[in-house]
């Protein structure tokens, strides 16, 4: 290596070695690295490298015995005590304690096999993960190697650019292809480039491709052939992403079918039928309804639809927003969201309290269930607000940041044709900027042309300096752009020109990819965001409200004295039928309401924006309380007007 690249190779280890050894652990050769299990299978090891969780394949083994083994133990502690309890319920039969018992001993059976066999396998389902989510990063990657490539065609620095600016987990992969030539495990940047596209195009045979067409762009003599490998580089990835969204999109049908069914539409039948099968005598327990409700259906739908979201292909990430609230107005919201719920909570109580459990007239029975109404908001009410302060403000900003990046590729095709035409580059920035009026981009130029006009200092130290527009900037592409202009503009008007203007074009084509996508997941989505903010609460709502019909014809049937052993808590020895309060019916409805809304949001959220928790949380804070209010709504109309005809 020469004393140039000595140097660099200082400067990059101390910025980068903690980064890109907390993904693929120490270097080989390292004193401090455990190499116990050399032995292990090689898509083992390759499984835990991209996971990038920074263990041995045999602690992998070793965990998730010991975990089988205690939760096993939990299991069986959990199960003995459900048998006990059910033992020394009195309305419980014999008969129906022996299916209780083998469910128990299959629960604890079959149960450590799929924690074993989860656990054992999670750094291959970690990793198909992480390669998944990256199809999002590729193209970046690839925008990043151009945009430097087009500036100086040298593929170290293009790599050392995309790897300062990409999103993990690519960041760390392109900065340990640096790192594997200063570790002498390559000879050369090619060579390392090269394994680095074998190892991810394994898998993405598009992304290979257009890493093969950058390496080759550099070997070309003239100035157009660079150009025409880049864009092929570009088009390549551009073209492999769309398609493998399409196919995405295609596949959705019936995933997201058999969810809408777990999810939604069996709980909701099963939810509208059990008082008509309380009428013909089926026996149900309280505990069966909200394990049932509350557990089983939320967990398989939250479990299926983080399984397709698994397989979601990866696009863009949205620009990271620091929160603005300091921590104590965090603490402040979360207090206030806490005493709202215990406010709600003794409303609830107080209102219960004050309604004769006893007392069996149809007009109490109504309010006994509308009663119900405070603790289902106690449970949603705080969450929707906690979620909605601590995301509204950055999800403002963020929507700004967003819109700016979808003006900005206009912006700078301007810019590149006003510098191509022999213009100074502040009176470029100044005429973009009038062009542009209005836009949020166009305070950006304005500022720089101002800044550059006043002090006659350099664009980069108008952009980024002490005092820089961009210095503080959430948009890592605007950014990045930014800095390849800054080099850009030292060259002559009119390869600078058409510099900007060909990045501008490919960041245009990036943006539409993009926004296409999105438009084809939304409408794969609607139905299900309808259905849990409006159609679900309406059909819980009226389920509940059967339970005052039900509710008052048991009461007939008790005072007439001809009760039998049916009803959803089974007859009593005094032959009169006792059911599950239809106040706790409808809060079990209610806290199921609230479960699916999230558990949908984090389904289409997932599926339209990616890994994006931001996003989640906004629309928490915004569907929960329509939610809350159509239930109530739909609970009260229900009982008023099913309330009127069971009297009559």
């Not at 100086?152 to 690519?170: Q, R, Y």
């Not at 080759?216 to 092929?232: F, N, P, V, W």
């Not at 219960?352 to 006893?358: E, L």
């Amino acid at each position: 290596m020469t004393a140039q690249q000595d140097e660099e190779y200082d400067l990059l280890y101390t910025k980068w070695v903690k980064t890109v050894s907390r993904r693929f652990g120490k270097p080989p050769g390292h004193p401090v690295r455990e190499r116990v299990n050399d032995n292990a299978p090689e898509d083992e090891k390759r499984a835990i490298r991209f996971s990038g969780i920074g263990v041995e394949p045999y602690e992998i083994n070793l965990f998730a015995y010991v975990m089988t083994g205690l939760l096993t133990v939990v299991m069986l502690v959990i199960g003995a005590i459900f048998l006990i309890v059910m033992d020394m319920d009195e309305t419980v039969k014999e008969s129906e304690l022996f299916p209780a018992v083998i469910v128990v001993i299959i629960a604890c059976t079959i149960g450590p096999f799929f924690i074993l066999m989860f656990l054992a396998n999670y750094p291959k389902t970690a990793a198909e993960r992480v390669k998944i989510q990256s199809l999002g990063r590729m193209p970046e990657v690839i925008n990043y190697l151009v945009m430097s490539m087009r500036l100086t065609p040298s593929l170290n620095k293009a790599i050392a650019f995309a790897a300062e600016n990409v999103e993990e987990p690519m960041g760390s992969a392109l900065k340990k292809v640096l790192w594997d030539v200063y570790m002498r495990k390559y000879d050369s940047i090619e060579e390392a480039f090269l394994g680095f596209a074998y190892d991810w195009g394994s898998w993405n045979d598009d992304f290979k491709r257009s890493l093969y067409a950058v390496r080759s762009s550099e070997l070309e003599k003239t100035k157009e052939g660079i150009d025409r490998g880049l864009e092929k580089a570009s088009d390549i990835i551009l073209s492999g992403t769309k398609r493998r969204m399409d196919i995405f999109v295609g596949s959705l049908s019936t995933p997201t079918f058999v969810l809408f069914a777990i999810g939604i539409l069996m709980p909701m039948i099963l939810g509208a039928m059990l008082p008509m099968m309380s009428m013909g005598g089926m026996t149900l327990k309280i505990y069966q309804v909200v394990a049932l409700m509350n557990i089983v259906f939320p967990l398989a739908a939250l479990g299926y639809s983080f399984m397709i979201l698994g397989k979601r292909p990866g696009t863009s990430t949205p620009p990271r927003i620091k929160s603005r609230l300091t921590s104590l107005q965090k603490k402040s919201i979360a207090t206030t969201a806490i005493m709202m719920s215990a406010a709600l909570f003794a409303l609830g109580f107080i209102s219960t309290a004050m309604i004769d459990p006893k007392n069996n007239d149809p007009v109490v029975v109504q309010a006994r269930m509308l009663g119900s109404l405070p603790y289902v908001w106690a449970v949603g009410f705080p969450l929707s607000y906690y979620c909605l302060l601590t995301s509204r403000d950055q999800k403002k900003r963020r929507d700004e940041v967003k819109q700016m990046e979808e003006e900005f590729p206009d912006a700078l095709f301007q810019l590149g044709s006003r510098i191509a035409e022999g213009l100074p580059l502040e009176v470029a920035l100044e005429k973009t900027s009038e062009t542009m009026k209005g836009t949020l981009v166009a305070d950006i130029f304005r500022r720089t042309a101002y800044i550059l006009q006043i002090t006659r200092t350099t664009l980069e130290e108008a952009l980024f300096g002490s005092m820089g527009v961009l210095r503080d900037h959430p948009s890592r592409a605007i950014k990045a752009t930014m800095k390849t202009v800054t080099e850009t503009v030292k060259k002559d008007a009119i390869t600078a020109g058409a510099t900007i203007i060909g990045i501008s074009n490919y960041l245009r084509d990036m943006t539409k990819v993009d926004h296409d996508i999105r438009t084809q997941l939304n409408s794969v989505m609607d139905m299900m965001k309808t259905t849990a903010s409006m159609f679900g609460p309406i059909v819980m709502g009226i389920t509940s409200a059967l339970f005052v019909i039900l509710k008052n014809a048991m009461s007939q049937i008790n005072l007439t004295g001809t009760g039998g052993a049916g009803g959803l808590f089974g007859g009593t020895p005094s032959g009169k039928i006792e059911m599950i309060d239809p106040s706790q019916f409808s809060f079990v409805m209610g806290l199921y309401l609230l479960m699916i809304v999230v558990i949908i949001i984090y389904f289409t959220a997932g599926i339209t924006h990616g890994e994006d928790w931001l996003e989640r949380k906004y629309l928490i804070g915004t569907s929960m309380p329509v939610a809350l209010t159509i239930y109530s709504i739909a609970l009260f109309g229900g009982t008023t007007i099913l309330g009127a005809g069971g009297m009559s």
